[in-house]
């Protein structure tokens, strides 16, 4: 099992930053892809950004390439997503993810098998 909290949403400006944390515990959190989902009201839940086991390999959604950075770090069982220029359509639950069926990374929420409680952020104009 593997048990993951969600911290640091609240509200922010546009054109401001904010920075999600999750901290993992449980099984082995050092060999396991991480990822960050979020959902906004109304709409599916959609892929924000995702890392490798080892922190080495990141890949994002175009929506927020370039704004937005996810860092893992093993030693502290943490995974972070700075977020930059954020803008109103940002404004979502924010959720981490892990995924242990294998060392691959994804993009689909259907791969990852735990999950955070979610953060809200809320951008406003």
């Known amino acids: 099992q593997v048990h993951l909290v969600e911290s640091g949403g609240g509200l922010v400006q546009a054109g401001g930053s904010r920075r999600l944390s999750c901290a993992g515990s449980g099984r082995t959190f050092m060999y396991l892809p991480m990822a960050w989902f979020r959902q906004a009201p109304g709409k599916e839940r959609e892929f924000v950004a995702a890392v490798s086991w ?25 995974v972070d997503l700075q977020m930059d220029n954020l803008q109103p359509g940002d404004t979502a639950v924010y959720y981490c993810a892990a995924k242990s069926d294998d060392y691959s990374t994804a993009s689909s929420s259907t791969d990852y098998d735990y999950w955070g409680q979610g953060t809200q952020v809320t951008v406003s104009s």
């Open 54 to 78: 080892s922190g080495r390999i990141t890949f994002y959604a175009d929506s927020v390439e370039g704004r937005f950075t996810i860092s893992k770090d093993n030693a502290k069982d943490m």
